[in-house]
Each structure stands twice: as structure tokens, then as C-alpha cells.
């Protein structure tokens, strides 16, 4: 793949040409594990659901970046203290197979076959899974079996299609290096790019200058083309104070970011953030696939906790709840020319 992915996370019925206006040419979106109670079976009505929107957005023009079946997800729930804690859900069904077990990786792989085959020509490049360097997304699963059922999702989708374009994206944890060294120090390298998740400024430190370091390190630590599956950064909400950190509770909690960057997370601050991770990337052009910003919508509630009033997963879009356009969706737009001039 030569041209450079640029796309965004977005719901089903999100404005395909104001998406494409701001120089976006890509859609990601999760796949359901896809059958009921049997290899090759039924199909579950959320695959199908899934399917019908993935054959949607290409019959819009856009091209699709699947993310495979999640094993589960852990969200934040109170707990007797009072204090938000998470709590996992699994996401694939208990015929499957135990977590971890040979059996599980066995259907999973051959889950991942039949979505390459069924989705041919629909899906063209996919992320295995998500995140599975932090507990949220990796549940009971140890690095070592997430790692191996990355590799049993790539032998899927590779076996079933080669022309595939397939990878997987730690969220940056220490875990991380971890993944790197397993999955791209093999002989027989299964992976054609190097994902990372990073969130500067937001859930980590730093701000868009850490973009450079980042991208230059990952390049040259797996010779391979690096995909930034997320970036973004929030148009709302405070910054913890130390009190606020000492104290140990989750961002979701006290609805306060742990970092901030430059003006602060607002609207004007989302907008200077876009420009300087831009240029940022222009800088290590050559070492890119491409990047996917998070997300396209601000959204109505957090998916971590369930509060409307919690800035953690609600205000990073580029357009607002109404579809309307904010400075970073402008920003993103120029951002685009630079790193791909007409």
C-alpha cells in the first residue's frame, strides 16, 4: 500500500462527504465476533448489522479499516467504596473456547479467516483487536497469549486473503515493548504494520511533539511502516491537580484529565493540538502508513463510565454532537494538504 491512510473513527451514519472534505479517504470500525454457536454457523444479527454498514461506507466511497472481534472490554463501575473501578465483559461467546487456551486461539483464527473472506473486497487492511498492552481491552489475557492470538488473527486474515493489510496497536503502556519485540522480532514476520495508540496531552503526558520521537523510535525498532490507529485530543474538560492525583482515582471519577497541553482542552486548544501533530508527522513522513484520528463525533455519554458529563470519551471529535464542525475540523483539513499536497 503506497498512498498514505488517512482516517477516522466513525459511526454508521456519519456525513460521508463532509468526511471526505476534510481529506479523509478512511472509515475504522469494530467487527463482532460473527457466529452463534459454531465455527462456519449462524450469524450473529450484530455481524450482520456490522457487515451491512461496512458495504455502506463502501458504497460511499470510502475505504474500511476492520478491527477484529475485541475478546472483551472492561468498563467502570462503583464498587462498595464508592470508588469507580472496571469491570470485564467478554465479548466472545464460552464455546469459543477459555481465554488464553489453544482451542480459543484455534476459533478465533478461523473467526478472522472467515471475515477476510466474507468482507473481501469490502474490508481492505484490519487491526487485530485493540489495545491489549492495558487491561481495559486485554481482560484475563497475559501479553504473551495476547500476542499469540494477535499472531492466530493475522494467520486468519492473511491465510483467508494476502492481500490484506494487517497489524495490531498497543496503547503505549510498558507492556508495549513487549508486543514490538514478539511480533515483529520473529523470522516470519506476520504484521505488516506498526500500530501505537497515543494520547498526549490527554491520558498521557507530553503534547504533538512526541509525535516525532515516537513514530522515529517505533520505525527503527521494527522496520516496519508505523500506523497511528489513535490520536486526538479533547475539546473539553479540567486538568487533575496534584491533590486530584495523589487521591488515585480514575480520570472517569474525578471527570478531569490527568494532562493537558498548550491553550487547555477547548475547541481553540483542539484546533492548535491538530496543527502541531500534523506537522509532527510531516516530519517522519517517510517512516508513516498513515493515521487514524479519534474520533469523527463528540459523543452523548462516556462509554468508560456511562456519565453525560464526563469529558474522558465525549469531546473528541472533530464535529460536535450535531454534526457541526469545530476549528479542529478545519485545522485536520489543512493538515491533510500538508502531509498530502494536490
Known sequence: MNDL??????????????????????????????????????????????????????????NIMGVTPLPGIGTRKKGADGVLGIVWKDFIPAWAGKPGSPEYRSTYEKACAFLASDLKGV??????????????????????QACELVEAGARGLKGSDPSLVVGHNPAGADKAYFFFGRLFGRPDRLLDYCGIDGYYGSWAGGGPENWTRRIAELHELTGAKVLVNEWGFASAGGVMSDADRKSGLPACQLKKWPHTWGPGHTPGGQAEFVVASFKSFLSKRNALLGLFFYRWEDQESCWQCGSPDCPCETAWGLVDLKGKPKPAYHAFQEGVWLLKPP
Do not use: C
Not at 456525513?15 to 450473529?44: C, M, N, S, Y
Open 5 to 62: 491512510i488517512i482516517g477516522v473513527s466513525a459511526l454508521g451514519n456519519a456525513d460521508a462527504g463532509l468526511i471526505q472534505k476534510a481529506g479523509i479517504g478512511w472509515v475504522r470500525e469494530d467487527a463482532p465476533f460473527p457466529f452463534v454457536d459454531h465455527v462456519g454457523g449462524e450469524l450473529t444479527q450484530e455481524y450482520v448489522k456490522v457487515r451491512e454498514t461496512y458495504r455502506a461506507w463502501k458504497g460511499k466511497g470510502m
Open 123 to 144: 474490508v481492505g487492511a484490519w487491526q487485530i483487536m485493540n489495545e491489549l498492552d492495558i487491561e481495559q481491552f486485554a481482560g484475563p489475557l497475559n501479553p504473551r
